[in-house]
């Protein structure tokens, strides 16, 4: 088998709009039909473990955004496909982290 290369996929949207939704079903879809290596940044899961205590001001949240592309560009350069599912509501932050 070859090397994986990795990538980041990084879906955003409201609050509800299917995000975790769209990617849960993905996830199973890909663990399903292929062997490879594979990680999940859900935005609820990342505030509760890796940015707890960040308020939902604009600072805040781009702090949040940036803490989460840091790992999923340290996942992607080990070769890891990474699925992000985050509001990422600022275009200027998501500029800067892709």
Do not use: C, H
């Amino acid at each position: 088998m070859a090397e994986q290369k990795g990538a980041t996929v990084w879906f955003t949207g409201l609050s509800g709009s299917g995000k975790t939704t769209i990617n849960n079903a993905l996830i199973a879809r890909l663990r399903k039909d292929y062997d490879i290596k594979l990680e999940v940044l859900d935005g609820d899961i990342v505030r509760t473990n890796l940015t707890k205590g960040l308020t939902f001001s604009k600072e805040d949240r781009d702090t949040n955004v940036r803490r989460i592309g840091f790992v999923a560009n340290l996942l992607t350069r080990n070769g890891v496909l990474v699925l992000v599912a985050a509001i990422s509501p600022f275009l200027a932050i998501r500029d800067v982290v892709r």
